[in-house]
């Protein structure tokens, strides 16, 4: 397998990791969008969160609270951003999770816009189709 992030688990690539247990990985982001902006993975490839079991995303949950405790000991308050397929923005797919300590004044911004409102019509159709896939 060529995934970047499996080479850093497997030791095979550098990073700075700073957090590591049977089933999860952290290290800090090689591009951050702020500083200590961290990525936390499971070891185990899976490349989107639905193709994770319980157990896995539980393992990895616990390791992100764990993370998420230290980075708030220091920022001023942090985002975690989870992106699965090229289209919500995943440039590598292996399921990770951004921890992006928020610092007062950092100038950093989430850019979370859209050119058009959602209409009500749309989030009705978009419940229906859920629905019908029995989730």
């Not at 590591?20 to 090689?30: K, N, Q, R, W």
């Not at 985002?79 to 090229?86: L, R």
């Not at 990770?96 to 989030?123: A, I, M, Q």
């Amino acid at each position: 397998m060529d995934c970047i992030f499996c080479k850093i688990v497997n030791k095979e690539v550098p990073a700075e990791i700073y957090y590591e247990d049977d089933h999860a990985i952290a290290f800090l982001d090689m591009n951050p969008a702020n500083v200590g902006h961290t990525l936390v993975i499971p070891k185990k490839h899976f490349e989107t969160i639905d193709k994770m079991n319980k157990i896995e995303l539980d393992k990895l949950s616990e390791a992100i609270l764990k993370i998420s405790k230290g980075i708030m000991g220091i920022a001023d308050g942090m985002n975690i951003v989870q992106n699965n397929k090229e289209v919500a923005g995943q440039a590598v797919p292996h399921v990770h999770f951004h921890l992006v300590p928020r610092y007062k004044g950092d100038g950093y911004s989430l850019g979370w816009k859209r050119e058009k409102r959602v209409t009500k019509e749309e989030n009705d159709d978009f419940l229906k189709k859920l629905k019908e896939v029995k989730i």
